[in-house]
């Protein structure tokens, strides 16, 4: 796993805070699903032993309310942060997914441009393979070398394709904390920009633009993120200009080359982009080289230190210029899908009881009017209606109270993660 400094290690924990959310999330939707099951079941016994009590359309919405439950909670258990990186080709995105990962994954350098969709996930299986669009075969990748090799030459892949590369997750932690990284091909080799965001970055939480600190940002760099921030509202971009190292050899240029890039970077996402603030923009826009973290978390691997590498000057305060991006990509990305995923995801579930509720008050009412009715009739009857009207009153109140209470929870856990958001609006505003 990847090794921290100590004073980082309470730093890693934004990315938990989703983990925990979704557990929690989850665990309530499991209980809503028993509920609704008990409910549809003992109103199907119900409906069999007095039919004028319920009819067959609300039977038929339970058991409906039933099967959505169930799809709610299988969406939930797939529910990933994601991170989307984007860049002229060779600026180095392929690099920066291995620095992140902390071990090379992604085939990179000459020869290796992406040349579609990858995207690296956790593997369930603790085993690495990858699965390519509309297949469902599993092929078993055992070293970088053999996925470049199946990437690129045992099947002829469209720029538009998505392949998943799953990995264990035991190898890293953004991966067992359930980020998938999707890297892209390079934005100057396809018109076909709108059919990229529609297909593979509508539900992105971050965008990271990798671009080329020895250059400037590129039209087409540029127009790729006015795209995306017309069809999302205030996408979170991440700017790296990355081969930072390449500065070590221009010492005098340093600060006003940095300087230049950080007014650059800022005026796009502040004045054209408008997606934040000038004083957010100062923790979105970083100066790394990802070739540089990458060598060393493979060095740490091998339990050799970070720079016994030959490294340029300024080495370590690249390093933790990159660790402060990843501190914050991890805030921002956990906050972005705590809201988009778990909000959505709770409003559902609120009208699903409300709905449930209805319906139970309904039955409930029409209940005890068949018992006045019915009331001079046979003892018997009367009993047999008592029984259900006490079956329904249970069932209504475990409806009402536990879980209103349940998705008030719910609401409470997401609330609290959106505060901060929201302060954020607010400022904004
Ligand atoms: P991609 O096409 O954007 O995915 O770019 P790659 O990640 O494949 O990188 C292209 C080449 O740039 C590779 O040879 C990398 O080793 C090199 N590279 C990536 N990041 C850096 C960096 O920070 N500094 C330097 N000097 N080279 C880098």
Redesign the pocket.
């Known amino acids: 796993s990847r090794r921290k400094p100590a004073l980082d290690e309470k730093l890693s924990s934004p990315l938990q805070v989703f983990g925990q959310a979704k557990k929690q999330i989850n665990g309530i939707f499991v209980n809503i699903q028993d509920y609704v099951a008990n409910a549809s079941e003992r109103m199907t016994d119900m409906n069999i032993e007095c039919p004028d009590v319920i009819n067959e359309k609300e039977l038929k919405s339970i058991l409906d309310y039933r099967s959505k439950v169930k799809g709610i909670c299988e969406v939930l258990t797939r529910d990933h942060m994601k991170v989307a990186?984007f860049?002229?080709?060779?600026?180095?995105?392929?690099?920066?997914?291995?620095a992140m990962l902390g071990d090379k994954v992604?085939?990179?350098?000459?020869g290796?441009?992406?040349n579609c969709f990858l995207q690296v996930e956790g593997s369930q299986t603790g085993e690495a393979y990858l699965v390519t669009e509309g297949s469902k075969e599993k092929q078993n990748v055992e070293s970088v070398s053999h996925l470049a090799h199946a990437l690129n030459y045992e099947k002829q892949l469209n720029e538009k394709e998505l392949v998943h590369v799953y990995w264990p997750k035991d190898k890293c932690g953004l991966l067992r904390d359930d980020v998938a990284l999707v890297?892209s091909p390079?934005v100057d080799v396809t018109p076909h920009l709108d059919d990229w965001i529609d297909a593979h970055c509508i539900d992105a939480d971050v965008f990271v633009l990798?671009a080329n600190a020895e250059s400037t940002l590129m039209i087409t760099e540029k127009n790729f993120f006015h795209k995306v921030s017309s069809k999302l509202s205030k996408p979170n971009i991440f700017i790296l200009n990355?081969?930072?190292?390449?500065s070590a050899n221009e010492p005098e240029f340093l600060d006003q080359v940095r300087k230049q890039h950080m007014e650059r970077a800022t005026d796009f996402l502040v004045k054209e982009l408008k997606v934040c603030t000038a004083e957010e923009a100062a923790s979105r826009v970083f100066f790394?080289?990802?070739?540089?973290?990458?060598q060393a978390r493979v060095q740490e691997r091998k339990g050799l230190a970070p720079n016994s590498g030959a490294l340029a000057e300024g080495f370590i305060t690249r390093y933790k210029e990159f660790e402060e991006f990843e501190h914050k990509f991890e805030e921002c990305i956990s906050k972005s899908a705590i809201k988009t995923k778990f909000l959505n995801h709770s409003q559902q579930g609120k009208h699903l009881i409300d709905e449930i509720c209805k319906i139970m008050e309904t039955i409930f009412k029409r209940s005890l009017e068949q018992t006045k009715i019915k009331g001079a009739q046979k003892k018997e009857y009367q009993e047999k209606l008592n029984f259900t009207n006490q079956q329904l009153e249970n069932l209504t109140n475990m409806l009402k109270i536990k879980i209103r209470n349940v998705t008030d929870d719910v609401e409470d856990k997401v609330s609290k993660a959106l505060n901060d958001e929201i302060r954020r609006l607010y400022v904004l505003v």
């Open positions: 990186f860049g002229r080709t060779s600026n180095g995105k392929s690099t920066v997914v291995n992604l085939p990179s350098g000459i290796h441009t992406t890297d390079g990798v990355n081969r930072w190292d390449a790394i080289s990802a070739k540089e973290v990458l």
